[in-house]
């Protein structure tokens, strides 16, 4: 049991029913053994495995603590645009660009793709990462993503490893995935796959533990700010560490126009002497569904569009002295971080915050029976990664534009941005201009795609002898 928790202890049979009600009576939790007495022993095994994994303490605390209690509004009215490389000059994008290829080249750079989350609104019955989205290749998000780490690695010669974090939702079945595809020609040495931890669910109204199952805790995972911890427990922290790997690039598994690997990001962030940099989209309005980046008190944190869109207009289109918009730049989830903050920040991987999400959470009703309820019925407790940011001494924001680094794949259908068919066309119209900048002659109804093996980048592709000079009909060039 790790310090500090207040798991119970894994005892069988009637005896020890008694020992385990009386330690779960302690926080309201006696429920979660009603079924004990009918249930085999290796059923019983599997439970007390269960409730043993679980700080009863910190549940009760989370429970009570409630949902958040942060002033919003009084913090939005204090909110500045955060620290950002935006306009730039064809002289400076060089500068940064020949930094970040010499940070790739030196082999000082690994790649962190967090995959551990179930991807319920997307309602695909596998993770999210075996996807198909290429739109003429029906590729998956995982094989476009490990073909671009692939890319990067032939274009700068060296070894990027891989981490992917999975959670117990997708791990078994992307494990096996990836190791049948042979990890998309990637060397298995140079792919690192972790699991993330996992959090139980609690009934909204009185905070009880939810059973999926007779013998099982209806557990999630504890959100992508899981990463530190898990990167720790799983030993892929000191793996970095064997590696001199001075940075991590850090994107998920949704979004397949994430620049991996982008020399001119990373070279931002290595001249700005950066610990943590994010990439940003400027905002079509100051009320996207996008995190809003900010900085607060010479911090830089994250004000969700969650609690700034119900806020009053003088609030949301706020200002700066320059006449900028505050709350233009929104949270692609793609990062640089420095290894040494990383490692600085496992310090205090214990202390980043809960976020609280109400959902739906199939569950043993009053009478054993799975209920899958339409209505948000538990409550969630999760960790986000982006809380990392107040605590860099020197962040960083680079504005990217949307339309080249951001489709992530969220909704089934349904929304006009992150379904399918929008990512999708996406990609085909990234792709379309892509040629275009090489010269290559395209109309705008004929689709097309490029592997990430076919080029890295605009510039290698510019430098393909087999590139078409005129595309007329439905291409996929890899
Ligand atoms: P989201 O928060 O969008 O969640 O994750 P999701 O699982 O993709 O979809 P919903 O909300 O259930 O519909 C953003 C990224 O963070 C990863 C996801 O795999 C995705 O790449 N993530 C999320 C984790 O790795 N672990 C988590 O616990 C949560």
Same mark, same amino acid.
């Given at each position: 049991?790790?310090?500090?928790?207040?798991?119970?202890?894994?005892?069988?049979?009637?005896?020890?029913?008694?020992?385990?009600?009386?330690?779960?009576?302690?926080?309201?939790?006696?429920?979660?053994?009603?079924?004990?007495?009918?249930?085999?022993?290796?059923?019983?095994?599997?439970?007390?495995?269960?409730?043993?994994?679980?700080?009863?303490?910190?549940?009760?605390?989370?429970?009570?603590?409630?949902?958040?209690?942060?002033?919003?509004?009084?913090?939005?009215?204090?909110?500045?645009?955060?620290?950002?490389?935006?306009?730039?000059?064809?002289?400076?994008?060089?500068?940064?660009?020949?930094?970040?290829?010499?940070?790739?080249?030196?082999?000082?750079?690994?790649?962190?793709?967090?995959?551990?989350?179930?991807?319920?609104?997307?309602?695909?019955?596998?993770?999210?990462?075996?996807?198909?989205?290429?739109?003429?290749?029906?590729?998956?998000?995982?094989?476009?993503?490990?073909?671009?780490?692939?890319?990067?690695?032939?274009?700068?010669?060296?070894?990027?490893?891989?981490?992917?974090?999975?959670?117990?939702?997708?791990?078994?079945?992307?494990?096996?995935?990836?190791?049948?595809?042979?990890?998309?020609?990637?060397?298995?040495?140079?792919?690192?796959?972790?699991?993330?931890?996992?959090?139980?669910?609690?009934?909204?109204?009185?905070?009880?533990?939810?059973?999926?199952?007779?013998?099982?805790?209806?557990?999630?995972?504890?959100?992508?700010?899981?990463?530190?911890?898990?990167?720790?427990?799983?030993?892929?922290?000191?793996?970095?560490?064997?590696?001199?790997?001075?940075?991590?690039?850090?994107?998920?598994?949704?979004?397949?126009?994430?620049?991996?690997?982008?020399?001119?990001?990373?070279?931002?962030?290595?001249?700005?002497? %950066? #610990?943590?940099?994010? @990439? &940003?989209?400027?905002?079509?309005?100051?009320? =996207?569904?996008? +995190?809003?980046? /900010?900085?607060?008190?010479?911090?830089?944190?994250?004000?969700?569009? %969650? #609690?700034?869109?119900? @806020? &009053?207009?003088?609030?949301?289109?706020?200002? =700066?002295?320059? +006449?900028?918009? /505050?709350?233009?730049?929104?949270?692609?989830?793609?990062?640089?971080?420095?290894?040494?903050?990383?490692?600085?920040?496992?310090?205090?991987?214990?202390?980043?915050?809960?976020?609280?999400?109400?959902?739906?959470?199939?569950?043993?009703?009053?009478?054993?029976?799975?209920?899958?309820?339409?209505?948000?019925?538990?409550?969630?407790?999760?960790?986000?990664?982006?809380?990392?940011?107040?605590?860099?001494?020197?962040?960083?924001?680079?504005?990217?534009?949307?339309?080249?680094?951001?489709?992530?794949?969220?909704?089934?259908?349904?929304?006009?941005?992150?379904?399918?068919?929008?990512?999708?066309?996406?990609?085909?119209?990234?792709?379309?201009?892509?040629?275009?900048?090489?010269?290559?002659?395209?109309?705008?109804?004929?689709?097309?795609?490029?592997?990430?093996?076919?080029?890295?980048?605009?510039?290698?592709?510019?430098?393909?002898?087999?590139?078409?000079?005129?595309?007329?009909?439905?291409?996929?060039?890899?």
């Amino acid at each position: 049991m790790p310090a500090g928790t207040t798991g119970v202890a894994p005892f069988f049979g009637t005896m020890q029913q008694d020992v385990l009600r009386q330690q779960l009576s302690q926080f309201g939790q006696e429920h979660l053994i009603r079924y004990w007495p009918d249930l085999r022993t290796d059923e019983q095994f599997a439970l007390s495995r269960d409730l043993l994994a679980i700080d009863f303490r910190q549940i009760q605390q989370l429970f009570a603590a409630g949902e958040d209690h942060t002033n919003w509004s009084e913090l939005a009215e204090r909110a500045l645009p955060p620290p950002a490389v935006r306009e730039r000059t064809a002289e400076q994008n060089q500068h940064a660009r020949a930094l970040g290829q010499q940070t790739l080249a030196a082999g000082e750079v690994g790649v962190i793709l967090t995959a551990g989350g179930q991807g319920t609104r997307l309602g695909f019955d596998q993770p999210k990462g075996l996807f198909p989205i290429g739109p003429l290749s029906g590729a998956s998000l995982f094989q476009i993503l490990f073909e671009k780490v692939v890319a990067a690695r032939t274009r700068f010669n060296v070894a990027i490893p891989l981490y992917v974090m999975t959670s117990q939702a997708t791990h078994h079945a992307t494990e096996q995935y990836l190791q049948r595809n042979q990890f998309f020609g990637l060397p298995p040495e140079d792919v690192v796959i972790f699991q993330q931890g996992r959090m139980p669910a609690v009934d909204c109204s009185t905070g009880q533990v939810l059973l999926e199952d007779r013998h099982r805790v209806a557990f999630s995972p504890d959100g992508h700010g899981g990463l530190l911890e898990a990167l720790v427990r799983s030993k892929a922290m000191a793996d970095m560490q064997r590696r001199n790997l001075a940075r991590l690039f850090y994107l998920q598994v949704d979004n397949p126009l994430t620049p991996v690997c982008d020399p001119e990001l990373l070279g931002c962030h290595v001249a700005a002497g %950066s #610990e943590m940099t994010t @990439l &940003a989209i400027a905002k079509q309005s100051s009320r =996207d569904k996008l +995190g809003n980046i /900010v900085n607060i008190d010479g911090r830089v944190q994250i004000i969700e569009y %969650s #609690e700034l869109n119900p @806020l &009053a207009d003088d609030i949301v289109e706020r200002q =700066d002295m320059h +006449g900028q918009p /505050v709350f233009w730049a929104g949270n692609t989830a793609i990062h640089i971080f420095e290894f040494a903050f990383l490692q600085r920040m496992t310090e205090v991987a214990e202390g980043l915050p809960f976020h609280i999400a109400r959902k739906p959470v199939s569950s043993l009703n009053d009478a054993g029976i799975l209920v899958a309820p339409k209505e948000p019925n538990a409550l969630k407790f999760e960790r986000f990664i982006f809380d990392l940011l107040p605590h860099a001494e020197h962040a960083l924001v680079v504005e990217g534009k949307r339309e080249a680094v951001f489709a992530p794949l969220k909704n089934a259908s349904g929304e006009p941005f992150d379904s399918p068919e929008s990512v999708r066309a996406q990609m085909t119209d990234f792709h379309r201009d892509w040629l275009r900048s090489a010269g290559v002659e395209i109309s705008d109804e004929t689709a097309v795609e490029i592997s990430p093996r076919f080029a890295f980048d605009e510039d290698e592709l510019r430098v393909r002898k087999d590139l078409p000079k005129r595309v007329t009909h439905e291409t996929y060039l890899r």
